[in-house]
């Protein structure tokens, strides 16, 4: 049996180093609390644009209620604006002065 010769090239190991792709970061989307506002609105708006259920939307609007801020989902920078602007520009129709925010988690 022969030894590996180090002049073969068809035995030559090839390594490639590969880059590491970053995830990109992620922002939080804040609804805060006002006096004006029904309470109502903001379960509907938490259902229509937020995909949740009666009940999560409930809960969530009662979080916002009672602590002032609560957070409504997590998504990448251009999710999470449209988001955003989406509640903005649908309160404002409704003439509610509902806020929503937006911060890098």
């Known amino acids: 049996m022969t030894g590996a010769n180090d002049d073969d090239p068809d035995s030559a ?3 490639r180093t590969r880059a590491k792709t970053k995830r990109p970061p992620l922002y939080k989307v804040l609804l805060l609390n006002d006096d004006y506002t029904p309470m109502e609105f903001v379960v509907a708006v938490l259902e229509r644009f937020f995909g949740m259920s009666h009940a999560q939307a409930f809960e969530i609007m009662l979080t ?3 602590k002032g801020v609560a957070v409504v989902g997590v998504f990448s920078h251009e999710i999470a604006e449209t988001k955003v602007a ?3 520009d649908y309160a404002r129709r409704h003439q509610h002065p509902l ?3 937006m911060e890098k988690e």
Do not use: P
Request: net charge positive.
């Open 86 to 88: 989406q509640v903005m």
């Open 64 to 66: 916002v209620h009672k």
């Open 13 to 15: 190991v090839v390594t």
């Open 99 to 101: 806020q929503c925010t």
